[in-house]
């Protein structure tokens, strides 16, 4: 059990001490993970940035990930999507809404170009994994933009979807990886939410960033 996202933060933190010397590019899944990056990217002198996906919700379940989809617009899908019998339309219309809100958010958090992530050592953050849907696509994403190394940090996780996680990346850091997954939020004793006004001052606030 974690206090909040901080408290888990700084744990993940230690256990990428590693990457202090590597100049590490941190990139937040927002919102929630955007000031738990913060502090890793400060901890490891790293640079912040948000990698931006959005999940594809099932019709009358939208908690339920279909898949996700990134800001180039590929699409990633869970295995079970293909067994649900939807029309192709329903994922195509969503995916052009979904992306039109990735565009949208991307202009609203910073007025820089995303940083470069060919050759660096990238570190992706969440405040935790359920199915894995937005995680996968960012890492597919990122992948192949050739990053020098694909970390996937994370306070908790299912085992199943660690399994998923792991072919896509050289190293997962997960702090818990329990049995009994129900939900996120049940691992932290405060799991308030994070809003876009926090997420536009955290990366408003950060200096021009190299790209070495």
């Given amino acids: 059990m974690f206090t909040d996202r901080i408290h888990a933060a700084r744990q993940l933190a230690t ?11 941190v990139l937040a899944i927002p919102r ?3 000031p738990m990056a913060e502090l890793i990217a400060n901890e490891l002198g790293g640079d912040l ?5 959005r999940k594809l919700g099932a019709p009358f379940q939208p908690e339920l990930a279909l898949g996700a989809i990134d800001e180039t617009g590929h699409i990633t899908l869970n295995d079970f999507a293909g067994q649900m019998g939807l029309d192709k339309s329903y994922i195509t219309n969503l995916a052009r809404t979904e992306l039109a809100v990735l565009h949208e958010r ?4 910073s007025d820089r170009p995303p940083l470069e992530v060919d050759g660096r050592t990238v570190i992706v953050v969440d405040d935790g994994l359920a199915t894995g849907a937005t995680m996968i696509a960012a890492l597919t994403a990122l992948r192949a933009q050739k990053p020098a190394k694909l970390v996937c940090a994370v306070p908790v996780a299912p085992p199943d979807t660690l399994h998923r996680v792991a072919r896509l990346v050289d190293e997962v850091v997960c702090l818990e990886a329990p ?6 939020g049940q691992f932290y004793l405060s799991f308030p939410q994070v809003d876009d006004e926090e997420v536009i001052a955290i990366l408003k606030a950060r200096p021009a960033q190299g790209q070495a």
């Fill in 106 to 109: 991307r202009r609203q958090y």
């Fill in 179 to 184: 049995i009994g997954f129900q939900a996120v």
């Fill in 32 to 34: 929630g993970a955007v």
């Fill in 49 to 53: 940035d948000v990698v931006l996906v």
């Fill in 15 to 25: 256990r990428l001490a590693a990457y202090r010397s590597s100049h590490p590019l």
